[in-house]
């Protein structure tokens, strides 16, 4: 890369429905790249332990947020050119105006899908499980997960950036999915 070349930061998304794996897949590329990940789950739960937790409706209130902090960590990170991993179920209905306003940077949009009924199935498994924190509310929510799934409301972003689409019912091979984004970090160099 030339010494004079300018960076513009890559942001690499990872979005889709709940339970469709996610947080799997962006660890395991966040890792096998060696880019920073931030996590909306994550950023949940640090509010949860800090300023507790009830009912879905306090989780829906965290969770704004929590979205409210990934957005701003989000631009304060492209502004200073760090190309990084963000994990999040968007909201299709949502997304286009927040992309709208983000800083320069290239975006690639890895939408982690599954069948619904796999998706679902690994809501329920998760949402019994004793390893999520009980902030997320996940059982009263099923109702809410079920519809968003039926009407693809967790689906591929309407904005105009590079897709790639990942089916984890089965194997996702992270190292090719590692290769594409070095190869896109590649590019976010200009002369």
């Given amino acids: 890369m030339p010494a004079d070349a300018t960076r513009i930061p890559l942001l690499v998304v990872v979005t889709g429905p709940p339970a469709a794996g996610k947080t799997t897949i962006?660890?395991?590329l966040a890792a096998?790249?060696?880019?920073?990940?931030?996590?909306?789950?994550a950023i949940k739960e640090q509010l949860y332990e800090t300023i507790g937790y009830g009912d879905r409706q306090a989780s829906r209130e965290i969770g704004a947020a929590a979205f409210a902090l990934l957005f701003d960590l989000t631009e304060r990170l492209l502004e200073a050119g760090i190309s990084f991993v963000l994990e999040a179920n968007f909201a299709v209905e949502t997304a286009e105006q927040w992309f709208a306003r983000l800083p320069p940077c290239r975006v690639l949009q890895l939408l982690v899908t599954a069948p619904d009924e796999i998706v679902l199935e690994r809501y329920r498994a998760r949402a019994s499980s004793e390893e999520r924190h009980p902030g997320h509310a996940d059982i009263e929510a099923l109702p809410e997960v079920e519809r968003s799934v039926a009407t693809g409301r967790r689906g591929a972003l309407a904005v105009p950036v590079r897709l790639l689409e990942l089916d984890t019912s089965t194997h996702v091979d992270v190292a090719s999915v590692a290769e594409l984004v070095r190869g896109e970090l590649q590019a976010?160099?200009?002369p």
């Fill in 26 to 28: 962006a660890r395991g």
């Fill in 32 to 41: 096998e790249v060696g880019l920073p990940l931030l996590e909306k789950d």
């Fill in 188 to 190: 976010s160099y200009a």
